[in-house]
């Protein structure tokens, strides 16, 4: 329950449009889907992988935000607003990262290998950002709104959109 509690303080702390613990708890999206992620994923880790993706498959419905439950993910993630949110199966996300809305962090092969973004902490990867295969985000980098990114990013740094990071 403190999990829970800490996750809900992240959203209140980071958005002053949050007025209560209660509104962000079941009114926002992302702590929906990361709640269910969170099911999904202990599912899939006891190789249960029909009712995990089937959780995920609704998540995915009552959110518009898709969390492959195989992807790994820290304590405090922010998803703003959410929809077209798509983390894929071997997607790692560190701790306290904002993701905004049509943000993808997905692959460039099918090989059964890790071929999703490797996401620090504190990072914040901005609207309709695509970072592409397995690259790594250094800790506290900003990703900027509509970049693609498909190279390794430094800790620390911020791309734009205009520098098309490939």
């Not at 800490?6 to 709640?35: C, M, R």
């Not at 990867?125 to 390794?152: E, F, M, Q, S, Y």
């Amino acid at each position: 329950m403190s999990s829970i509690k800490t996750h809900i303080q992240a959203y209140l702390n980071y958005d002053p449009a949050a007025k209560s613990f209660w509104e962000v708890l079941l009114l926002y999206p992302g702590p929906k889907a990361v709640g269910l992620y969170c099911l999904a994923h202990c599912f899939y880790n006891k190789k249960f992988y029909f009712i995990a993706r089937w959780m995920s498959e609704c998540g995915r419905f009552l959110t518009g935000i898709e969390i492959h439950p195989g992807a790994k993910i820290g304590k405090c993630l922010v998803i703003d607003h959410g929809m077209g949110v798509v983390i894929g199966e071997t997607a790692e996300i560190g701790d306290n990262c904002i993701i905004f809305h049509g943000v993808t962090l997905g692959g460039l092969k099918f090989d059964p290998v890790k071929r999703h973004p490797t996401v620090g902490s504190r990072v914040l990867i901005g609207t309709g950002a695509k970072i592409l295969g397995p690259v790594t985000v250094g800790d506290d980098a900003r990703i900027g709104a509509n970049a693609v990114v498909t190279k390794n990013v430094e800790p620390n740094t911020t791309v734009k959109l205009n520098e098309f990071h490939r």
